[in-house]
């Protein structure tokens, strides 16, 4: 799946510039055909008209008997071979055959892309006519969509329940068309008609549907969703407020849902005040080994409890070099823990994979640095585990941990392990726009930067799941984001824990609950 990582998207990319040399080529057999069948019709329609003048005596000549003879048999007849040949048909197989290669994106692929567009448009709190006209979030990428493009994303975004953002596509569809496309022009007034009435909103319905009427009067479909709507709505009240591309966002972050947390910490609604702030620490930690005392790591606090803190520069460009390496050609689709095991889900569109610490040595390197980093023991930490997520890509909130009901029904690997106590996040590249790492609860949207790491505690000091530690990835407006994971268990860490992790209460943990229900 291409639109989940870019990587994919630049090999296909040069496939294209193939199909354009085999569509020239295409182009070219054919004009020379039609110019050969051109020149044969002028010649045969002047040799017609020269005879048109003779009359009957034009035959008493042996040369023009010859010449209609000739014409009659062997011209035509290469006439008709070349009219037969299938020009092009070279080209056109190995066009098909380029667009049959692996990696070639498909329909599925191309609503996947569209539904990334639309993510980014609902979690960013963009405008489709900034979008249309290639802004996002106030960078101009010199790309305009036309009105048929709009067209096809307010389908889609009526069909994934976003009535408001296809309302939205829609009209600017409409800014878009020209006068001559009746037919889209139906097209978008219908769905127009359907958006509207979606939202409860039948402002401008009636002057929509006649308008749709006067341009398809014949037909049936339409006329009876009019006759429809009339019986049932026309003396309805009309909603008072302006309908606005984005519903607003309520003051009360306890009435929203998990996903609307996650998706205004990513816009940056959600954010800690300066008061909250201000106990936050930047610094240099050396306290956890020797070695630090030499070289010190450079940690900036993030929140205290539970603990989430942002080491600086903990990660060398040539290990990252070493990890490209290794996972080149292992990586595909992200799949999350559903009712039955791994699956494939909107929820987490990237592209990873997972590599044992024994494949290279600079796995080894990274793990005894994360030992110093996190205070834990790294024997039995999982697989080390490496993503890549392209343009819309993102995973929506979750928590590392695993609930009760995951072992429960052995969706667990090596459950003897325990629980994730911690999760170091390597960010292995930076993010032109957007891909944060966002932490709702504890009102921190962490920006990735190369060679730095996030890494906090996912669990209180009883071992049960932290429900504060909700994260997740915002959705990538621009550029290519790279991680990795190192998620660390709970086995042989009993002398480990950091003492903050005792300060955890449960008073914290119930009034969150309180809050959630
Ligand atoms: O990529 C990120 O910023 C977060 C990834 C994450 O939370 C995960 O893979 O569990
Ligand atoms: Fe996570």
Same mark, same amino acid.
């Given at each position: 799946?291409?639109?989940?990582?870019i990587?994919?998207?630049?090999?296909?990319y040069?496939?294209?510039?193939?199909?354009?040399?085999?569509?020239?080529?295409?182009?070219?057999?054919?004009?020379?055909?039609?110019?050969?069948?051109?020149?044969?019709?002028?010649?045969?329609?002047?040799?017609?008209?020269? #005879?048109?003048?003779?009359? *009957?005596?034009?035959?008493?000549?042996?040369?023009?008997?010859?010449?209609?003879?000739?014409?009659l048999?062997?011209?035509?007849?290469r006439?008709?071979?070349?009219v037969?040949?299938?020009?092009?048909?070279?080209?056109?197989?190995?066009?098909?055959?380029?667009?049959?290669r692996?990696?070639?994106?498909?329909?599925?692929?191309?609503?996947?892309?569209?539904?990334?567009?639309?993510?980014?448009?609902?979690?960013?709190?963009?405008?489709?006519?900034?979008?249309?006209?290639? *802004?996002?979030?106030?960078?101009?990428?010199?790309?305009?969509?036309?009105s048929?493009? $709009?067209?096809?994303?307010?389908?889609?975004a009526?069909?994934?329940?976003? !009535?408001?953002l296809?309302?939205s596509?829609?009209?600017?569809?409409?800014?878009?068309?020209?006068?001559?496309?009746?037919?889209l022009?139906?097209?978008?007034?219908?769905?127009?008609?359907? #958006?509207?009435?979606?939202?409860?909103?039948?402002?401008?319905?009636?002057?929509?549907?006649q308008?749709?009427? /006067?341009?398809?009067p014949?037909? *049936?479909?339409?006329?009876?969703?009019?006759?429809?709507?009339?019986?049932?709505? @026309?003396?309805?009240?009309?909603s008072?407020?302006?309908l606005?591309?984005?519903?607003?966002?309520?003051?009360? !972050?306890?009435?929203?849902?998990? =996903?609307?947390?996650?998706?205004?910490? $990513?816009?940056?609604?959600?954010?800690k005040?300066a008061?909250?702030?201000?106990?936050?620490?930047?610094?240099?930690?050396?306290?956890?080994?020797? =070695?630090?005392?030499?070289?010190?790591?450079? *940690?900036?606090?993030?929140?205290?409890?539970?603990?989430l803190?942002?080491?600086?520069?903990?990660?060398?460009q040539?290990?990252?070099?070493?990890?490209?390496? @290794?996972?080149?050609?292992?990586?595909?689709?992200?799949?999350?823990?559903g009712?039955?095991?791994?699956?494939?889900?909107?929820?987490?569109?990237?592209?990873?994979?997972?590599?044992?610490?024994?494949?290279?040595k600079?796995?080894?390197?990274?793990?005894?640095?994360? #030992?110093?980093? /996190?205070? @834990?023991?790294?024997?039995?930490?999982?697989?080390?585990?490496?993503?890549?997520?392209?343009?819309?890509?993102?995973?929506?909130?979750?928590?590392?941990?695993f609930?009760?009901?995951?072992?429960?029904?052995?969706?667990? /690997?090596?459950?003897?392990?325990g629980?994730?106590?911690?999760?170091? @996040?390597?960010?292995?590249?930076?993010?032109?726009?957007?891909?944060?790492?966002?932490?709702?609860?504890?009102?921190q949207?962490?920006?990735?930067?190369?060679?730095?790491?996030?890494?906090?505690h996912?669990?209180?000091?009883?071992?049960?799941?932290?429900?504060?530690?909700?994260?997740?990835?915002?959705?990538i407006?621009a550029?290519?984001?790279?991680?990795?994971?190192?998620?660390?268990?709970?086995?042989?860490?009993?002398?480990?824990?950091?003492?903050?992790?005792?300060?955890?209460?449960?008073?914290?943990?119930?009034?969150?609950?309180?809050?959630?229900?």
């Amino acid at each position: 799946e291409f639109y989940s990582s870019i990587h994919e998207m630049t090999r296909v990319y040069k496939y294209e510039e193939k199909m354009l040399l085999h569509m020239q080529k295409f182009i070219a057999d054919n004009e020379s055909k039609l110019d050969f069948l051109k020149a044969r019709l002028s010649e045969f329609e002047s040799e017609r008209n020269e #005879a048109q003048q003779w009359g *009957v005596t034009y035959f008493d000549s042996p040369l023009n008997k010859y010449l209609l003879t000739k014409r009659l048999t062997l011209d035509w007849e290469r006439v008709e071979n070349l009219v037969a040949t299938a020009t092009g048909e070279k080209p056109l197989n190995r066009l098909r055959k380029l667009r049959g290669r692996n990696y070639m994106p498909d329909e599925k692929e191309l609503e996947g892309a569209l539904d990334g567009l639309l993510r980014l448009q609902y979690v960013y709190r963009l405008e489709a006519r900034h979008i249309a006209a290639g *802004v996002l979030d106030g960078v101009d990428y010199g790309v305009q969509l036309n009105s048929q493009h $709009c067209f096809d994303i307010a389908r889609l975004a009526l069909r994934d329940n976003h !009535p408001r953002l296809a309302h939205s596509w829609l009209l600017e569809a409409q800014k878009r068309l020209g006068d001559q496309n009746q037919e889209l022009k139906a097209e978008i007034l219908a769905l127009l008609v359907k #958006a509207k009435v979606e939202l409860n909103d039948y402002r401008g319905v009636n002057s929509t549907y006649q308008k749709l009427l /006067s341009i398809q009067p014949v037909s *049936v479909e339409y006329k009876q969703n009019y006759n429809n709507f009339i019986s049932k709505h @026309l003396d309805e009240k009309q909603s008072p407020a302006t309908l606005e591309e984005h519903a607003p966002i309520p003051s009360d !972050p306890s009435v929203m849902s998990d =996903f609307d947390i996650y998706r205004f910490t $990513c816009s940056g609604h959600i954010k800690k005040t300066a008061r909250e702030e201000r106990h936050l620490r930047c610094g240099y930690l050396t306290e956890t080994h020797p =070695f630090l005392n030499l070289a010190p790591l450079k *940690v900036e606090e993030l929140n205290h409890n539970p603990l989430l803190v942002l080491y600086h520069d903990v990660i060398y460009q040539s290990e990252i070099d070493v990890i490209r390496n @290794l996972t080149e050609n292992e990586i595909s689709r992200a799949t999350v823990i559903g009712a039955k095991g791994s699956e494939v889900s909107k929820v987490r569109t990237s592209q990873f994979t997972f590599i044992p610490k024994t494949r290279h040595k600079v796995l080894q390197t990274i793990d005894q640095r994360v #030992a110093d980093m /996190s205070n @834990l023991n790294m024997d039995y930490a999982e697989l080390h585990q490496f993503a890549n997520y392209g343009i819309g890509g993102h995973y929506a909130q979750h928590n590392d941990w695993f609930g009760q009901d995951a072992f429960d029904n052995e969706l667990v /690997s090596s459950p003897e392990m325990g629980n994730r106590i911690a999760t170091v @996040l390597f960010y292995l590249s930076d993010v032109a726009q957007g891909g944060g790492t966002a932490f709702p609860h504890l009102k921190q949207l962490l920006q990735p930067k190369k060679y730095a790491a996030a890494f906090w505690h996912n669990l209180h000091a009883s071992g049960v799941g932290d429900l504060r530690t909700l994260h997740g990835a915002c959705p990538i407006i621009a550029g290519s984001k790279w991680v990795q994971n190192r998620w660390i268990r709970e086995f042989i860490q009993a002398d480990r824990r950091p003492c903050e992790l005792w300060d955890d209460s449960q008073i914290v943990l119930r009034e969150i609950l309180a809050k959630m229900q």
